[in-house]
């Protein structure tokens, strides 16, 4: 998986060693299946490499990437991420054994519930499986208003952005779900930098130990879809010609967005990609977090900022998308919906095509690629040679509270 990778990675060398997050836990009382993947994927699982630890995450992008283009996904892709959700609602990154019954040990998360909700929301017909997940989400909210990845973890801008996400795309309305008379529109706002400060109209992760707060650019393209009540599939908003960042001492929710949209187009000016934050490769891109803030600077109204690196990725993400597999042809499609491209012309390959090859052919035209010509040749999702979901294994098995995007979307921050 390739969402937000840098941000992931920076999460997990955060909270080693810091104060432990409460693990999510299932509220079934029957020992949880292992997670270690079965020698043979499921058939209606999308991409090759290791589902542990993001498999309803791509399933999730690779469906509601589909839904957005008129692409009805197979039934057993479908039946594959319903049948991920455990009897509390709640959603595990992955499941081996889905008719085993969660567990105390199943580390379901908000993440990836948020994900599985926002794509089966977008067909319709799955109230059941949407209401279930979003009770689950209501019950663990915090009570700042938001949602750490973790119930009971710190709530982050990820996290919260990706419930809002949830909210909206089932017909709620997000500044309605209160926990202590707070709304996660109160938890985003407050994790929005001051426009005088340094990194201002940028959203931070995590406040650091100290409740300081630092620009970054992961959570930045979350939460500008979060203040603004939009999902992953977000659409081009009202044309915006402010290209200031709005003082406030208290930004509502929409100025906090704008803000943060400010500040993504004047990050992404010179070079139209955002940067990886791994550690030795901080000159390089980072395709995923581009594509996400190409979403986010559409929906805010920046067309020509989300255009000019809409453009950047269709020169340069090629190699990219088909080392990551699924999720990342989900992000690119998702950008080429957000600013009105054709994501079947998209630097001359067919997005649609290359998607529907890494799982199960779709019901409707679109995507008919023969699945195991591409799979064959997919690589492992770890494109830039780092084993990042081990790193999230490892945070997950250590109840350490590692959080995910739109993942990116993994972690306990202190920046």
């Known amino acids: 998986m390739t969402v937000r990778r840098s941000a992931v990675v920076l999460a997990a060398t955060a909270v080693i060693g810091t104060a432990v997050a409460p693990a999510a836990l299932a509220d079934d009382s029957s020992p949880a299946a292992s997670t270690s993947p079965s020698t043979a994927l499921p058939s209606g699982l999308y991409g090759t490499s290791d589902p542990t630890y993001d498999g309803v995450w791509r399933q999730s992008l690779a469906l509601l990437a589909q839904y957005t283009v008129g692409v009805k996904p197979a039934d057993k892709a479908v039946d594959w991420l319903t049948g991920q959700q455990c009897a509390n609602g709640a959603f595990a990154p992955y499941r081996a054994d889905a008719t085993a019954k969660c567990g105390a040990k199943t580390m379901v998360d908000t993440n990836s519930t948020a994900a599985a909700v926002q794509a089966l929301a977008a067909p319709g017909g799955h109230d059941d499986a949407t209401g279930k997940a979003l009770t689950w989400l209501k019950s663990v909210q915090n009570k700042d208003g938001g949602w750490g990845y973790t119930a009971g973890g710190a709530s982050d801008a990820n996290s919260t952005s990706v419930v809002i996400g949830a909210l909206a795309a089932a017909g709620e309305k997000p500044g309605d779900v209160a926990k202590g008379g707070k709304s996660p529109y109160d938890a985003l706002v407050k994790l929005s930098i001051p426009c005088a400060e340094d990194g201002g109209g940028a959203f931070a992760y995590q406040p650091d130990k100290k409740g300081g707060l630092a620009a970054n650019e992961d959570a930045t393209a979350a939460a500008v879809l979060g203040g603004l009540g939009k999902g992953l599939a977000a659409t081009a908003g009202k044309a915006s010609a402010d290209a ?142 780092v084993s990042v979901w081990w790193i999230v294994g490892v945070g997950l098995v250590g109840g350490i509270g590692i959080g995910f995007l739109l993942s990116g979307r993994n972690k306990k921050q202190q920046l």
Request: hydrophobic share 40%; glycine share 10%; net charge negative.
């Open 244 to 385: 200031t960042c709005q003082k406030a001492d208290q930004p509502t929710p929409e100025q906090a967005a704008h803000n943060g949209a400010v500040h993504l187009a004047a990050t992404l000016k010179d070079t139209s990609y955002l940067k990886s934050a791994l550690a030795g490769a901080e000159d390089q891109p980072d395709y995923g977090n581009t594509a996400d803030a190409v979403v986010a600077l559409a929906a805010a109204g920046s067309a020509d900022a989300a255009k000019q690196s809409l453009a950047w990725l269709e020169k340069n993400s090629a190699d990219w998308a088909a080392k990551s597999g699924p999720a990342a042809y989900a992000q690119l499609i998702l950008a080429a919906h957000a600013t009105g491209a054709d994501p079947r012309d998209f630097g001359g390959a067919d997005l649609v095509k290359q998607l529907g090859a890494t799982g199960p052919a779709a019901q409707t035209a679109g995507s008919s690629a023969s699945p195991s010509a591409t799979k064959d040749e997919q690589k492992d999702d770890e494109g830039d040679g």
